[in-house]
């Protein structure tokens, strides 16, 4: 089972203070100069290749020299409002 992330979800995430610890294949966030991206990340040589869980988005990679801070994904919640 793998998680699934929606619109308004609560994330519990923990930083990663070193590169060696990044957990390759699963989600992370990633705080970018261009903005905070929720992905499934893989290590590339000077990049950060991202997948999205909907296969209708593309893969993408971000040098490695943009990204600002990366946190992997350790729970989430899902709050409904009725």
Known sequence: MQPEFHSGDELACRFVDSPSFIQWGRPHVLDTHQGVILK???NKPDAIL???ENK????FEIPKNEILHIALVVGSIRLFSR
């Open 40 to 42: 499934r990340i893989y």
């Open 50 to 52: 991202c997948r999205s």
């Open 56 to 59: 209708e988005y593309e893969e």
